[in-house]
Each structure stands twice: as C-alpha cells, then as structure tokens.
C-alpha cells in the first residue's frame, strides 16, 4: 500500500510541478514522511527529485543563463552543504518536547519539528499573491543563491527563493525555466552527497520503492510537459496547499 501510494503521490506531484506553483519536492516530502522518519524522507525525495530534475535537464538545459548560474549557482551549492549538515545534526537530537493527550504520548524531534514549520512556511509563502510579483534586482543574485542552496540542503525547498531572485535576471521564458532546472540539479548534487554518506545508507530505505516513485515521477512530467501546461487547476491547487498545512501541523504536533 505505501509503494502505491507514494508512486502515485510522486506522479501527481511531477504532474503539478508544471502549473500549481509548487515543486515536486514540496509535495512529495510530506508523503514519503508518513512512513519513514523525516530526515530519511528528505533523502528519499531527493533521490526522485534529483532524477526528475536530470530529466528535465536533458529537455532543457541548453537555454539557460551560464551568468546566472555562475552568481546565483555557486553559492547555492556552497550553502546546500550546510543546510544539509545541519539536517543531520537535527536528526542526531531525540526529542524537542513530548507532551500527552487523552492518555496518549506524542513525541515531537527537532527535525520534525523543523520540516513542519519550513513546510508550513513555503506553502503559505507561494500562497500569497504578492509572492508572485516580487522581483529583486540581479545584483542579489548571490543572496538569492544562499537562501535557495541553503533551504534546498536543509528540507528541499528551495524553488521559492529561487523564482523571486531569478523574475528579474533579464532571463526569456525558455530561459527561465532551464536556468531554474540546471540550479536545481546543482543543489541536489551538492546534498545528495552529504545524505549518500548518512540517510541514504540506513537499511530501512526500500530502493524498489525509490525506484517506482521515480518512474512515476518520470511519466508525470512527460504527462505535464505534452498535455497540461495551460491547465489552470486553482481549486487542486488550494486543496494541495490545505493538505500541505495539515501534514505540516502533523509533523509539529508529533502526530506523524
């Protein structure tokens, strides 16, 4: 049951990737955190993730920007490394606080605790309106490249800050969309690394499932690339983002 579900949670979030404002790993995170610890979850959805983006680089990488990804790329993958060693860190703490609730316990860690309000933080973030129209100007491309990088190694979020710093790089559509791939893939090889050296080596990982929910994540993205572009699917979206908030109050209560 949880090899369908997460395949199926991996193809529709690749498909959404395309038109509901949110990335894969955004969507897909949450998922996979139901039945694996949070740090090997983030791990998990890198591994798709990643994959998902090489795909995506191959349809695309020859219109991005190489000024944009020297200034707003290197940086990114210097400061993933850091968010990603500070995700190990969290995930060596036991316990954050634990409290009880009609004769249950509930245990809340660090990492969980962290996850759930970085989930919480970017849905409402890309849920707000004026988001969408912040540009800052090029020279910031640098910071924008830290916060990305560093958000990206951390949870997997890094689509965000990415977007509001590259709006106004003086980027095409086209080019936009392959510099935004290519900085992706350069994060996700900066912390797969680091997690090829811990999460990734804990013997509860299920690589057949790693494997299904990539291909899955695989056929989503041809299904969006080739059909759904111009879909305007507000109303997924809303419910995407309501579903978002609730797993994120999970995680920060300890009920997931």
């Known amino acids: 049951m ?12 690749a498909l959404l990737t395309f ?23 983030i791990a998990i959805t890198a591994v798709v993730h990643f994959a998902n983006n090489i795909l995506k680089f191959f349809l695309v990488a020859k219109n991005a920007d190489t000024k944009v990804l020297l200034y707003f790329g290197l940086p990114a ?8 060693y500070l995700l190990g860190f969290l995930s060596g703490i036991e316990i954050l606080y634990e409290y009880k609730l009609f004769d ?3 245990v809340v860690t660090p990492i969980k605790f962290v996850i759930g309000v970085l989930i919480l933080f970017f849905v409402l973030l890309e849920s ?30 890094q689509g965000a800050f990415r977007s509001m710093f590259l709006l106004k790089a003086g980027l095409s ?28 080596q804990e013997g509860d990982i299920d690589w057949w499932m790693v494997f299904v929910a990539t291909a899955a994540a695989f056929l989503g993205t041809f299904i969006g690339n080739k ?26 209560s300890g009920i997931i």
């Open 2 to 13: 949880e090899l369908f579900i997460i395949a199926f949670a991996s193809f529709i979030a």
């Open 19 to 41: 038109f509901s404002g949110f990335g894969l790993g955004t969507l897909l995170m949450p998922v996979v955190a139901i039945f694996f610890p949070p740090a090997v979850a």
């Open 77 to 84: 993958v210097i400061f993933a490394f850091m968010g990603a």
């Open 104 to 106: 249950k316990s509930f």
């Open 128 to 157: 707000l309106p004026f988001f969408a129209d912040i540009a800052l100007d090029k020279k910031y491309l640098p910071i924008g490249g830290v916060l990305s990088g560093f958000f990206g190694g951390l949870s997997g979020n």
């Open 173 to 200: 559509k086209e080019s936009f969309i392959a510099t935004g791939v290519v900085l992706a893939v350069m994060v996700d090889s900066a912390r797969m690394i680091i997690y090829g050296e811990s999460f990734l």
């Open 227 to 252: 059909l759904l572009k111009k879909i305007s699917i507000e109303f997924i979206r809303l419910v995407v983002s309501g579903l978002l908030i609730v797993i994120s109050f999970g995680l920060i």
